[in-house]
């Protein structure tokens, strides 16, 4: 059974910091491109950031030069370093891990609450 559990979110005020974790099990986590996806109430889902297999990094023009994607792949762990937050950056931050892309396979953690208050 394949589980991706977020972890650090919460309230911080405008300028703060909080690191995400998502640790996952259940599948072969080196395989898979790990992101971190947002979602703000009335909005759509959106990427925040990816960290590929083979090391790539991609970031929202939004999120660059705040926020870091790493990954663990010893822990089967992925991170979200977010520093100089602002307020909307407020919303729901939601793991994902997929593989393939003729036919791609795609897991959601269940998320996890970030507020910024200004």
């Known amino acids: 059974q394949v589980q991706l559990v977020e972890s650090g979110g919460g309230l911080v005020q405008d300028g703060g910091s909080l690191r995400l974790s998502c640790t996952a099990s259940?599948?072969?986590?080196?395989?898979?491109?790990m992101g971190w996806y947002r979602q703000a109430p009335g909005k759509q889902r959106e990427l925040v950031a990816t960290?590929?297999?083979?090391?790539?990094?991609n970031y929202a023009d939004s999120v660059k030069g705040r926020f870091t994607i790493s990954r663990d792949n010893a822990k089967n762990i992925v991170y979200l370093q977010m520093n100089s937050l602002k307020p909307e950056d407020t919303a729901a931050y939601y793991c994902?891990?997929?593989?393939?892309?003729?036919?791609?396979?795609?897991?959601w953690g269940q998320g996890t609450q970030v507020t910024v208050s200004s």
């Open positions: 960290a590929g297999s083979g090391g790539s990094i």
């Open positions: 994902n891990a997929r593989i393939g892309t003729l036919v791609p396979r795609t897991y």
């Open positions: 259940g599948i072969a986590f080196s395989n898979y491109v």
